[in-house]
């Protein structure tokens, strides 16, 4: 045998776990970045727009939206799902969740709601279903609907609610929160019921 005949029994390539595994890993490979592409084409913007529901501008899911106040953090609004009516000005919203961000001795108040509606021209917010309001100093605020005076700074409901705090439990129908002053209102059908006394 010769030297061409050596050189050519060297270069056969031989047969290895290493070789093999190299080999399922670019077919899974493959088979995988076929499926995407398969399942997953980009639709075109006709398409994009006859999806969304009739009068309804734009629509987004998991929308988080911090308003500011020169430096600081005022508010921040997150929600599941958001459509848009550029004509009403107005953000409707699914799974609403809001902080109002340094409230004094209150701290921050986290609220949530099952929907609710931005109104982008104010900045006002309006929360409905089970809406629950809690401070970081563990007061909680219960009911059905809530709204958010973007320029005074206010809270109100004109549904029923209930206030529990360490020791007391209030009810009522009608609230205004004045976030500025830390000062709530019931404003009318208020009972207190105190434990621990």
């Not at 734009?58 to 004509?87: C, K, M, P």
């Not at 809690?134 to 109100?156: H, P, R, V, W």
């Not at 004109?158 to 209030?170: F, G």
């Not at 929160?177 to 709530?184: C, G, S």
Request: aromatic share 8%.
């Amino acid at each position: 045998m010769g030297l061409g005949g050596i050189l050519a029994l060297t270069m056969i390539p031989k047969v290895t776990i290493r070789n093999v595994l190299l080999i399922c890993i670019l077919i899974l490979l493959g088979a995988v970045s076929f499926t995407v592409w398969r399942n997953f084409k980009t639709s075109t913007p006709e398409q994009l727009v006859e999806m969304l529901p009739d009068n309804v501008d734009v629509a987004l899911d998991n929308i988080d939206y911090t308003e500011t106040r020169g430096d600081q953090r005022f508010w921040r609004l997150q929600a599941d799902s958001v459509s848009h009516e550029a004509q009403q000005k107005e953000v409707s919203l699914q799974n609403v969740r809001m902080t109002v961000y340094d409230q004094g001795e209150l701290g921050d108040i986290e609220l949530t709601g099952q929907s609710g509606k931005w109104f982008s021209e104010t900045g006002n917010i309006e929360l409905t279903g089970d809406v629950v309001a809690k401070s970081d100093q563990g007061l909680a605020l219960y009911c059905q609907e809530l709204f958010y005076d973007n320029k005074a700074e206010m809270i109100t409901s004109e549904s029923l609610v209930r206030i529990v705090a360490k020791d007391m439990e209030t009810t009522g129908r009608g609230l205004k929160v004045f976030l500025p002053e830390q000062r709530i209102v019931i404003l009318s059908q208020v009972k207190t019921e105190l434990s621990n006394w």
